[in-house]
């Protein structure tokens, strides 16, 4: 058994657990979307994005751009609940909360995507 | 992508997630504690203005409490995340710049940058290999011509003095073993644009090796080596080299043959020298009479072998009496610097003395000697620092041999101008009297100052006048090109020296030659000469100039309305001429 194998995969695991958690439930529903499901999510994904980074292989360079493509979508999702918050006198409104969930509703595919990759790789290696 | 993309990355990995890490703690524990308004009111803080003081915190730039000022709780806790998260953002800013500092990581950085240099060249460039007395020098020659070069070289102090030598053309180099294919192939071996590979290193088996290299990474391409053994030739000769140099055998040949024709000699010395430089003063080393040879190293090997074929009386004078191939009679034991060593050599009755040693303070030490004996030698030097010349001059030595230069030369005109290769070499096969004659014709042409020699091919891309294809270029003669496009009854100070026609080549061609596309042509003239021509070469209206005498009529219009002129029978008016 190799750790960094360990931390690795659980990591890229939790990222993607923690994103379907945060996007289930009624998609207009703020109640239904915890903030601190977000914050953990974005950072999950953050270390995991970093995780990622050095690897020269085809597959290392697939999962690197997905952990990309949901940061990207994480980070628009979080500008949008910054403004909404902030920026709005109106505040958190269901159509707000639906737009945040749909931008990280595209993170959770990315990051399907990347433990899918991860699982094919390990049964490449097994081969 | 390449290394140092993944090399950035993976240096960065730990710094990173611990930033992040010690981010995601630091906010989480400042939302968590519950704050207070001004008025007192409780004001939970978002992760938003979390995020905000963290961020401002942990770079040291501390705008203070906002939006509200803290409670104690909250000061202890940033307390706490000041320590934590600046000290670890110090940690992950300096990992960076330790990395742009880390020295594989800056060559990995000049590696790339080279690379991607050599490979955006889009003119035609020479790979040179070693950047020593004679590389530098080949390099400015070709620098001079415009002719692109890309250097590598093992000695880092080199590829800094290459950064200093103020070049007109920019030259990228490398600090690498050039022994590496790869590092050759990283230097444009590969490159279309690549015309061939010149190995000038100190080191023979490091230029059989590139030589190796080359022939087998690239097949087609020139291969130009440096030899100062006469096996590491053989060898290098054996797989196709194209071209080998030897200094000393090089200089030896040039030497004989300045013994049998010194025209001959002389007219190469004008025609390859520095144009613009003053015409040196003919040397003419005695044909006839005892001549002294000190050292019987490679040079003397080498001169031994050229004179001895011209019939000359000779004497060896070297130190070591255990040399191989050293002749049997005519050798004298001892150092050329003492003076009872040279009269046992004759040196009273000589009428010339070789001072060929590898080491510039005994050649001197013979010669000083020597001209004290005997005051009517003609001394010939061998130079081995470039530094030394001025001493070499003031000695009073007839001629000075330095090996870097005479390869730097013959390479020179082999890259940049092949066809006076050719001519120098067919004029070999001339008698005597055809490189006097050609002598007094340039010394009639030019002033005292070297004349410029250059070639031109007729393609579209160099000459299009004389390619356009019309009534004009159709029976197009050498006195066309030599005559002046601002008077058409004067001629340009010029020599066409060879043309080539269908790898037919004709030396010293007559000016009612006719010149077709796809011919090569050599030309000399004063200096300032070949802008006038590139004119005549450039210019369709210049040619029709030259051709008929007359300014023809350039645009659109004009030309109709001549056309109607001519119609009509009202003669055109004539040109100036």
Redesign the interface.
């Given at each position: 058994m190799n750790p960094e194998k360990v931390v690795f995969g659980f990591f890229i695991v939790l990222a993607l657990t923690l994103n379907f958690g945060f996007v289930i439930g009624d998609i207009d529903n703020p109640a239904h979307h915890d903030?601190w499901d977000f914050?953990a999510v974005i950072?999950v994904n953050?270390?995991a994005t970093?995780?990622k980074?050095?690897d020269?292989s085809q597959v290392g360079?697939l999962l690197l751009a997905t952990s990309l493509v949901a940061i990207l979508q994480l980070s628009a999702a979080a500008l949008v609940w910054?403004i909404a918050?902030?920026g709005t006198a109106a505040g958190m409104a269901p159509g707000t909360m639906a737009t945040i969930v749909s931008l990280a509703a595209g993170a959770l595919v990315a990051n399907v995507i990347s433990v899918v990759l991860l699982v094919i790789e390990t049964f490449l290696l097994r081969r | 992508m390449d290394s140092i993309v993944f090399l950035i990355m993976r240096r960065m990995r730990a710094p990173l997630i611990l930033l992040i890490v010690s981010y995601a703690v630091a906010i989480m524990g400042l939302v968590l504690i519950p704050g207070r308004d001004a008025a007192g009111n409780p004001w939970p803080m978002g992760f938003f203005h979390a995020f905000y003081v963290v961020a401002y915190t942990s770079t040291t730039i501390g705008f203070g409490e906002i939006p509200y000022p803290f409670t104690d709780a909250q000061r202890l806790w940033v307390t706490f995340t000041i320590f934590g998260t600046v000290a670890i953002w110090l940690y992950a800013a300096g990992a960076l710049i330790g990395l742009l500092q880390d020295t594989t990581f800056s060559r990995a950085l000049t590696e790339r940058r080279f690379r991607a240099r050599v490979q955006r060249l889009r003119d035609p460039f020479y790979l040179v290999c070693g950047y020593g007395q004679t590389g530098g020098a080949l390099v400015r020659a070709l620098a001079d011509r415009h002719q692109r070069a890309v250097v590598i070289d093992l000695d880092p102090e080199r590829i800094s003095l290459l950064l200093l030598a103020n070049l007109r053309e920019y030259v990228p180099a490398l600090t690498a073993d050039a022994r590496r294919p790869a590092n050759l192939l990283a230097a444009g071996l590969d490159h279309p644009r690549c015309l061939g590979i010149v190995a000038l290193t100190d080191v023979n088996e490091t230029n059989l090796k590139i030589a190796i290299a080359a022939k087998l990474l690239r097949p087609g391409l020139r291969v130009v080596c440096r030899s100062d053994s006469p096996e590491v030739a053989a060898d290098m000769a054996s797989f196709g080299t194209d071209h080998i140099y030897d200094p000393f055998d090089t200089f030896a040949l040039h030497m004989a043959i300045a013994i049998e024709a010194p025209c001959l000699t002389l007219l190469r010395d004008w025609l390859i020298g520095e144009s613009g430089a003053p015409l040196p003063e003919p040397q003419c080393p005695p044909a006839k009479g005892l001549w002294i040879l000190c050292g019987f190293g490679r040079f003397g090997r080498a001169m031994y072998r050229h004179l001895k074929g011209q019939g000359l009386e000779l004497v060896i004078v070297e130190a070591d009496p255990h040399l191989t191939d050293l002749p049997k009679d005519g050798v004298i034991l001892g150092h050329g610097t003492g003076a009872a060593t040279l009269e046992r050599a004759h040196i009273q009755r000589a009428v010339a003395l070789v001072a060929g040693t590898d080491n510039d303070a005994t050649n001197l030490s013979i010669i000083m000697t020597a001209r004290q004996l005997n005051r009517d030698l003609f001394v010939v030097a061998r130079k081995n620092h470039l530094d030394n010349g001025e001493l070499f001059r003031r000695v009073g030595a007839q001629v000075v041999m330095h090996p870097s230069m005479i390869i730097t030369d013959g390479i020179r005109v082999r890259l940049t101008l092949p066809l006076l290769w050719e001519f120098i070499t067919l004029s070999r096969f001339q008698d005597t009297g055809w490189a006097c004659e050609l002598i007094s014709r340039l010394c009639g042409l030019l002033d005292t100052q070297i004349p410029q020699v250059w070639q031109i091919a007729v393609e579209a891309n160099q000459a299009p006048a004389l390619c356009a294809g019309d009534e004009h270029t159709a029976n197009l003669t050498l006195r066309r090109l030599v005559t002046d496009p601002r008077d058409r009854t004067r001629a340009l100070p010029v020599i066409p020296l060879l043309l080539e026609h269908n790898d037919e080549r004709q030396l010293l061609p007559d000016l009612d030659q006719r010149v077709r596309k796809g011919d090569q042509v050599l030309f000399c003239g004063r200096d300032g000469a070949r802008a006038v021509m590139d004119w005549t070469l450039n210019d369709p209206h210049v040619l029709h100039y030259l051709v008929t005498g007359e300014d023809a009529p350039a645009g659109w219009v004009w030309r109709r309305l001549a056309q109607r002129r001519r119609r009509r029978g009202i003669a055109a008016p004539g040109g100036e001429g």
């Open positions: 903030k914050f950072v953050l270390i970093v995780l980074f050095g020269r360079a910054i918050v902030y | -």
